[in-house]
């Protein structure tokens, strides 16, 4: 971990702390940070020991990092020449500070994902013994990683199917994650389509990155393609879209598994897929979200 010389300066009543930030500033040509009261007293025995009387127990101080190359001699002779050898021994305290490694945090942070019969991981932490039950994915946003109410819904019907040697056909495939989850499922072929282009070139990656390029084709477009039949389709994409897309997808599998339908549109599915002469099997609900599996 990189080092820096952590330098603070408790402030005494009368004294601007702000006016002092910028001077020492001008001085070390540092970015400096100004703690407002939050009970010096207490910061001091925790972390630097017993170095205020009792009447400093509500001051600001201020802090600011320095290069370790910039001796701690130096900083004290700076402020000594400034307040004097008695008020340094009372305010000042440097110490040798390392920057945490922010990158490694994050990475600690991110956790496994559940996803029906298969679990999702970050790139640092895939297994290649178990890689027929993970999938591998770069936790780049909220949507799209696995964890979000509609595709835990999605995934957990289609965990119900029987997708070994079979056709399928994701409609709205933002990362892919739902096509290959149906291919860590054993389905025989998966086409993907995403009408972001974007998306398209990221769910490639995801793909190739899972060495799932032979099973799971990803394109962009628009509409539902009509030249292929299918055994099973999934939709994970939001009601208006769904209410042009649905009826493009009569005749095209015997199964569909929709989701990404809130709560609150639960009887204009109904409606709609009543209407399109389709019965609801399953309905699944997670919180304000609901999933359907409709032939």
């Given at each position: 971990m990189e080092q820096f010389r952590q330098v603070s300066w408790f402030v005494v009543e009368g004294e601007d702390a702000d006016a002092l930030g910028a001077q020492f500033g001008d001085f070390f040509a540092v970015g400096i940070e100004v703690v407002a009261p939050i009970s010096a007293e207490r910061i001091a025995r925790e972390q630097y020991g017993e170095?205020?009387?009792?009447n400093q127990s509500d001051t600001s101080f201020v802090r600011f990092y320095l290069p370790v190359s910039i001796a701690e001699t130096e900083v004290e002779q700076y402020f000594v020449d400034l307040f004097g050898a008695e008020?340094?021994?009372?305010?000042?305290q440097v110490e040798l500070y390392e920057m945490p490694d922010f990158e490694q945090q994050w990475r600690d942070s991110v956790v496994d994902i559940p996803l029906g019969n298969i679990t999702i991981v970050p790139p640092w932490r895939a297994t290649a013994s178990v890689e027929q039950v993970r999938i591998v994915l770069e936790p780049k946003m909220a949507f799209g990683t696995g964890d979000h109410a509609t595709t835990q819904l999605a995934a957990s019907l289609l965990a119900e199917l029987d997708l070994v040697g079979k056709r399928v056909l994701d409609v709205g495939t933002g990362s892919g994650i739902l096509a290959m989850f149906a291919a860590r499922n054993q389905a025989k072929f998966v086409l993907a389509t995403e009408i972001d282009r974007q998306a398209v070139l990221e769910a490639r990656e995801n793909v190739v990155a899972n060495d799932l390029a032979d099973?799971?084709?990803?394109i962009h477009a628009s509409a539902v393609p009509q030249e292929e039949r299918f055994d099973v389709i999934i939709a994970n994409i939001t009601l208006p879209i769904l209410t042009e897309l649905l009826p493009q997808m009569i005749g095209l599998a015997p199964v569909i598994v929709i989701s990404g339908i809130m709560?609150?549109?639960q009887e204009q599915i109904e409606r709609l897929v009543q209407g399109l002469g389709l019965v609801i099997d399953k309905l699944v609900i997670d919180g304000e979200w609901l999933a359907l599996q409709i032939g």
């Open positions: 170095i205020f009387s009792a008020r340094v021994a009372q305010s000042l099973v799971v084709q990803v709560m609150q549109e």
